[in-house]
């Protein structure tokens, strides 16, 4: 796609696209999370903003077929977010965005984590910690082996780094050279319980992923300048798979749930679903 | 019986031939190139044998992409590390997601023998067969061996294929041909049947042998594929009689579970379980574990005497299929 050579226009209007998909997507989720009475709409509203980057213009797919054999691959690696990613992908066009509404209700392809062989779009299961990266380096490597050019996109939280299974996935693609994959790491600094560094401390984390072979850049993840920016610059480095970590804030969007452990995974009442919603403001146009 | 064989050969002359006609096959290992028997495939094939190093969860999830990227992973490993190491990933990355990836576990069983239990893989089959959507297949020689692989790469789905380095006979006729989710019945009887599978097979072939010499006449059906495991042939074999399975595994949920599972729902008949008795085994070669644990030929037959004993005042009502 354009991406390499995006004009300053061109990048413009890629930043606003994915600041409006970032408010839709914030907007959904809250509400799918308020309606279905659970969910994680912390780590939702964190990641909106990558999310929206990607589905507004990075990410070379085609909602109409998505099974292409060639087209760009996204893994959400952190699938408790799943509200955020069903929003982004109803609002791409895999799913009607009327079904929304079933988040989590009974018999709804829309469970608490995504399941590729109901959700169009979702390309693979995720909900426990620390999959989406070793998934991600094996679709990286399947572009190399069959001469694809497809690129393949990967989410991950960052208290979810405490997964060994990540760092062994880290290793593989640097000694692999997968300069097709990029990893996002949404640095919220929050996990279920604490802040990560109480928890498990995870710096110094760009050291720690250029140690293990990686070109890592550090942006604010709830910037889409900063993101559209970053996604035109990849692969970083030649030869080497690309990291970026996306420095957020936990709630994103709503002030009284920004930073904050609790709505990790505390559900809005009907009042701060209201209040959340005015703070987030509706669609300009 | 006849020449023994390393059913290792037969599993990477497969690969070979599949990889020759399809080149969306690919080899994925962790260290394991030569234990895996795959160093005429890395010659063969250099660029479609992705060694992983020792990471078994990352070997998994990479098989899982591998498939989302189109290929047809065959990912090789010590069948102990290779399940229970990456059990998350197995159950959610390939059963759940319907991953078209093939999971071959090498030296299953106690093939390990004096490396001991860390290295025995006798739970594998419970632990992959309780999980929805895998097929899980054991093998019972090189010609079935190969013809499973044949059968896993033209499945579209999660296949575990349990493999072992025992040296076995060849324990099909000549023509054999192997069905996923069929029984195969080598020999046919009238008082007791004997289910088994992979390095088994041949232990209760000779022990229906013994058997005959003193009246009794066994039927052997070697059950491959454990899921789906094969009713019809179960329910004929209950309708028949009692049954011993045989399995090197423990007998908390292998095969003889599952082959109970489906008795105690269609057709109650006395069975006996011969397998590891739910603990760890002492230090030992395979073959001293089996004659341990009572997997051998005679142990068998004296199981099935003092079973067919039991049962002989004992009869069983209507045949379920009418």
């Known amino acids: ?285 | 019986m006849n020449t023994l064989h390393d059913c290792r050969k037969a599993f990477s002359k497969a690969l070979i031939e599949l990889a020759e006609a399809d080149p969306r096959i690919v080899a994925v290992v962790n260290d394991s190139v030569g234990s895996s028997n795959l160093k005429d495939f890395k010659q063969r094939f250099p660029d479609r044998l992705i060694n992983v190093g020792i990471a078994e969860q990352n070997m998994v999830g990479i098989g899982a992409g591998l498939a989302n990227g189109g290929l047809v992973p065959f990912v090789c490993g010590a069948s102990c590390f290779l399940t229970g190491r990456a059990l998350e990933q197995v159950k959610v990355d390939l059963g759940y997601s319907r991953s078209n990836v093939k999971l071959c576990g090498m030296s299953s069983g106690v093939a390990y023998g004096e490396l001991g239990p860390t290295h025995h893989s006798i739970e594998d089959l419970a632990w992959t067969r309780a999980i929805a959507n895998m097929t899980v297949v054991v093998p019972a020689d090189p010609a079935e061996t190969s013809a499973a692989m044949h059968a896993a790469a033209a499945y579209d789905g999660p296949v575990f294929l349990r493999l072992s380095r025992m040296p076995v006979p060849d324990v099909h006729p000549a023509g054999y041909e192997f069905q996923l989710g069929r029984g195969a019945l080598l020999r046919g009887g009238t008082h007791l049947t004997l289910i088994a599978n992979g390095v088994m097979v041949c232990r209760a072939l000779e022990a229906a042998a013994l058997l005959e010499e003193e009246g009794i006449s066994a039927a052997v059906l070697n059950m491959a594929t454990v899921r789906p495991i094969d009713r019809t042939a179960i329910v004929e074999a209950a309708a028949m009689g009692p049954i011993i399975t045989i399995e090197e595994h423990t007998v908390y949920g292998g095969l003889g579970g599952a082959v109970a599972e489906v008795v105690v729902e269609s057709h109650p008949v006395r069975m006996r379980m011969l397998g590891f008795p739910g603990e760890f085994a002492p230090t030992g070669s395979p073959e001293f574990l089996f004659e341990h644990f009572g997997l051998t030929p005679d142990n068998i037959r004296r199981a099935a005497l003092k079973l067919v004993e039991e049962c002989a005042g004992v009869t069983y009502a209507t045949d379920p299929r009418g």
Not at chain 1, 251 to 279: K, N, Q, Y
Request: proline content about 6%.
């Open chain 1, 1 to 285: 796609m354009q991406h390499a050579s995006q004009s300053p226009a061109d990048r413009e209007v890629a930043v606003a696209a994915a600041a409006r998909l970032a408010r839709r997507i914030r907007r959904h989720s809250l509400q799918m999370v308020h309606s279905a009475g659970l969910g994680h709409p912390g780590g939702d509203m964190s990641s909106a903003d990558i999310l929206a980057a990607l589905y507004s213009g990075v990410l070379r797919i085609n909602p109409a077929d998505p099974a292409a054999p060639g087209r760009d691959r996204f893994i959400m690696s952190k699938g408790h977010c799943s509200a955020a990613l069903y929003s982004a992908l109803a609002e791409a066009g895999y799913v009607p965005v009327e079904r929304l509404s079933e988040y989590m209700k009974p018999l709804s392809m829309l469970n608490g984590h995504p399941d590729r062989n109901k959700v169009p779009g979702v390309e693979a299961n995720t909900g426990p910690l620390g999959h989406g990266l070793p998934i991600a380096v094996g679709v990286a490597k399947a572009a190399r082996i069959s001469g694809g050019d497809w690129r393949t996109f990967v989410l991950t939280g960052d208290g979810e780094l405490q997964e060994g299974s990540n760092w062994e996935a880290a290793m593989a693609a640097s000694h692999f050279q997968l300069d097709n994959l990029t990893l996002i790491v949404d640095r919220n600094r929050l996990q279920q319980g604490d802040r990560t560094e109480s928890t498990i401390t995870l710096e110094p984390l760009a050291e720690r992923w250029r140690a293990f072979g990686w070109a890592v850049r550090e942006i604010d993840g709830n910037d889409p300048a900063a993101l559209v920016s970053a996604f035109s610059q990849i692969p970083f480095e030649t030869g080497k798979p690309s990291c970026v970590i996306a420095n957020t804030r936990k709630g994103c969007g709503v002030s009284f749930m920004e930073d904050r452990a609790e709505w990790h995974h505390r559900v809005p009442t009907a009042v701060e679903l209201a209040a959340a919603l005015i703070e987030l403001g509706e669609d300009s146009e």
